[in-house]
């Protein structure tokens, strides 16, 4: 049995199939006829009277946040400010910003619930944060505290009204940053309603924003339409188990908004889910390769592996274009960036081999992963035999779900405490991938998905929900 032409594979739908896990950052907007052409004419006419009214009002504010900090020290700023400063400039900049969002589009707040006083529920939490028109919310609970992200210091404006706010920044390159904002958080949350309430929204940092809270009670308060939950007192187990807090605080508000929870974040800038012990990309740069070799016309199959087994070769762009019969040069340059490189610009082609070997249809998931433990399997230093090492083992991972390094590399330490060795054979291997009640099913969601019913072309095949093909036999098999 052969593979067919490349003129008989179906086009390629890399988005995952119906057991994958919903991805929280993406939204497909379906609109009407009427609303593409209210779009248009709206969007050409009066957007632009609305955004320009809207930065006059957003200069407008500054001197008001300047004003009520100017003058001040920072030891006098970490306590509420009081007086003048907090009636005039409090007010100027409420008023301002009500009529920034009236101007933008917000005729009317839409307020559902009670909002609990600060004795009651010292934090907000806000969810989801999704959009530059959330700091709504905002209005209706009287201008909290914010949790920010430090670089928002230094844009014009926002800076300003940050500072007005008092705001608890955090900075993402500081890891000793986070520990200070949780200090912060819990400084004002304790301090007898001294402080107003302080508001942090939730995005995609998941449920570990509320592992600061988890101490007092918080009110969950819903950015659609602003509706305030009750209030969320901690159980006794809660209050020991922080991540039980946030789960159960996270799942109340998920059922409040309709919507699935997710235990969502970014690695840099890749999002990605918590699986086990295990991260893993929402949607795998690999699955994006497979669409991009597709569209060139490339059946994986067909494609001369040739990498030799535990030991690295590595090649220049040119000679992945030459392995690949990649003739297009943009094709050939979006292709080679997926993978890793070198400070030289090359790559280990073992990657491109087991990417390649992933996105064939044809192999099974035994097939595979025996591929992949034999390119990366080395020698072990005392002993016969092979054995999976970490940095190995992260690649694979890396390749084929995703994973951080670092993640991947934390849990093949965790698999190799069982065992005398510091490798994994490839019983072991096989056994977390294949026959892991949790990883194995992840395996093979990612790489081996049920097939999604799509229009295809006339005898053609349905593609795999990854973008995988299944084996074709050529006409008169």
Known sequence: MSQGSPGDWAPLDPSPGPSAPPNPFVHELHLSRLQRVKFCLLGALLAPIRVLLAFIVLFLLWPFAWLQVAGLTEKQLQEPITGWRKTVCHNGVLGLSRLLFFLLGFLRIRVRGQRASRLQAPVLVAAPHS?????????????????????????????ALLRFNQAILVSRHDPASRRRVVEEVRRRATSGGKWPQDTTSWAWRGPGVLKVLWLTASQPCSIVDVEFLPVYHPSPEESRNPTLYANNVQRVMAQALGIPATECEFVGNLPVIVVGRLKVALEPQLWELGKVLRKAGLSPGHVDMGAEPGRSRMISQEEFARQLQLSDPQTVTGAFSYFQQDAQGLVDFRDVALALAALDGGRSLDELTRLAFELFAEEQVEGPGRLLYRDGFSTILHLLLGSPRPAAATLHAELCQAGPHQGLSLCQFQAFSLHDPLHGKLFSTYLRPSPKPQASAPGGPAALANGTLPLLKQKGD
């Open 131 to 159: 959009t530059f028109f959330d700091p709504i919310v905002l209005l209706p609970c009287d201008l909290p505290k914010v949790v920010s992200r430090a670089e928002n210091l230094s844009v014009p404006v926002i800076g």
